[in-house]
C-alpha cells in the first residue's frame, strides 16, 4: 500500500473510531432518557385508567425521539466531513451522512478521495445504532403491550 494511501486511512480512523463512541454515548444517553419518559407516561396512564392510548402515545413518541435522536448523529458525522472538507457544501453532508448511516446509498455523493474509507466506518456505526435503537424499541413494545 502506498505511504499517502496509508496515512489517509489512518486518518479516517483517528476521525472515524472517536465518532463513532461518541454517538454511542450519545445514543445510550437518549436512550435512557427516552425510556424515562416512556415509563412516566405510561405509569400516569395506569393510575388513570387509560393504559391502551398511552401506550399507543408512548411507542409513537420513542419512535420520533430515536429518529430525532440518529438524525442528531447523523449531524455530527456531517459536521466532522464538512470540517474536513471531505464534500462541498452542509446539505451535501447531511444528505451523504444519513444514507451512509442508513447504508441506503449516496446518490452520487462522494466524499472527497481521502476520506471515503469515513463512510464506511460511518455505515458501521449505523449498524450499531440501529442494532442499539432496535433491542431499545422491543423493550419498549414489550413495556407497552404489560401495561395495556
Known amino acids: 500500500m502506498a505511504p499517502e494511501i496509508a496515512n489517509s486511512w489512518a486518518l ?13 454515548l450519545i445514543h445510550a444517553s437518549g436512550l435512557g432518557i427516552i425510556d424515562k419518559q416512556v415509563m412516566s407516561t405510561l405509569s400516569s396512564a395506569r393510575r388513570l385508567g387509560g393504559t391502551s392510548v398511552a401506550s399507543i402515545f408512548a411507542v409513537g ?10 438524525a442528531l448523529e447523523s449531524a455530527i458525522w456531517s459536521g466532522a466531513y464538512r470540517a474536513l472538507d471531505a464534500v462541498q457544501d ?22 472527497a478521495a481521502p476520506w471515503q474509507m469515513m463512510g464506511a466506518l460511518e455505515a ?13 424499541l422491543f ?9 395495556i
Open 12 to 24: 479516517n480512523w483517528l476521525w472515524g473510531l472517536p465518532l463513532i463512541v461518541l454517538t454511542v
Open 61 to 70: 413518541g420513542a419512535v420520533l425521539a430515536v429518529t430525532i435522536l440518529h
Open 90 to 111: 452542509n446539505k451535501s453532508a447531511m444528505l451523504y451522512s444519513l444514507n451512509a448511516m442508513t447504508s441506503y446509498g449516496h446518490e452520487n455523493l462522494q466524499l
Open 124 to 136: 458501521l456505526n449505523g449498524w450499531i445504532l440501529f442494532g442499539l435503537t432496535t433491542a431499545f
Open 139 to 147: 423493550i419498549v413494545m414489550q413495556k407497552a403491550r404489560s401495561r
